[in-house]
């Protein structure tokens, strides 16, 4: 068995010292330092480092020049390894609004992954579908010659794979929609790329809404006489995205939400495949893409998700707000897991759980990756 001393460990409520993490491929116990002997044991000291519970990206389209959508595994897998290096040990492979057969491919393809032996990547928790059950006029970056009208059967047809899905609570359909996929799946149901109404929004929560697709983006902006989907998001008990990139949403805003949304704050990446790459010419879901610096923008100047990598979102919504780190830490482990129903097994570093743990430092640059018991990535 293996043992992480000398870390300052972020359990789910406190960060502590002087701890023993004992595991193999689960967390087999936590025990004080004192009261073991550590040559039982294959040691990992943390120098004095973050010991933190692995990532949870429940919203990534691509990295390393690889897209969800583009239906190959080979490009899965490449972004399921790159990933690990920035501390995500769970994650859910998001589809575009691109055409109904190739959002079908790509889903084939993370079934093929999901479930074959030699995969060592990022664990993969099922598809994340974005669209194409929107409105287009919060298309954002989504084709708008792909858009559905929503159908449940699509769905629940692929709910072996499909882990969430956004839809436009307003649209044509979107109510039986709901309604049919909560009723007959656990498939968590995601509002967005929205132009509903504050009321719209909250029926929406009535029929089985749970969650917001990246909060503030794509969707009816806060207004106090017409709160729109960002004050439903805000005002109810769903679990709400948001991408702390600083860019998509300005970070004096952090501590607001982090505060209003606490154990439902789901930070997200929304990464595409410019993610780990030098700046210059990408697409996403077809459509031409230009990235420079934390940016990505279409040529007409809309905004195409990001290059943001999911432990730089926990530093920048520490140093943003008045979370204390492991606070911070909840909002990209234990409360996506949550919100996907995996936090019996992941999320947290709990004995019985799963042991994918992260060393990482002050600003929370990962040095080691532990997944299921093994090191996977091991950093300078
Ligand atoms: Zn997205």
Known sequence: MKCIINGKVILKDRVAENLAVIFDDKIYEIAELKDININ????????????????????????????????????IIKMAKGIIENGVTAWCPTTMTVSKAEIEKAFDCVREVKNSDEYYGSRILGVNSEGPFINAAKKGAQAEEHILKPDADFIIENSDIVKLFTVAPEVDGAAECIEKVTK??????????TDATFEEAMAGIDKGVKNT?????????????????VGAALSSGVYTELICDTFHVNKGLFNLVAKIKGDKLCLITDCIRAGGMEDGDYTLGGQPVHKEGIKCLMPDGTIAGSVLKLNEAVYNLYSNSELEIFEAVNCASLNPAKALGEDSEIGSIEKGKRADIIITDDKFNVYTTILGGEIRYKGE
């Not at 697709?213 to 017409?226: E, I, Q, S, V, Y």
Request: proline residues 3%; contains cysteine; aromatic residues 6%.
């Open 40 to 75: 039982d044991y294959e040691v990992i000291d943390a120098q004095g480092k973050y010991v933190a519970p692995g990532l949870v990206d429940m919203h990534c389209h691509g990295y390393l020049g690889e897209d969800a959508s583009d239906g190959s595994t080979d490009g």
């Open 184 to 193: 007959k799946t656990d498939v968590l149901v995601s509002m967005g790329h």
């Open 213 to 229: 697709t990246h909060l503030f983006n794509a969707m009816t902006a806060l207004n106090h006489r017409n709160p729109g989907v």
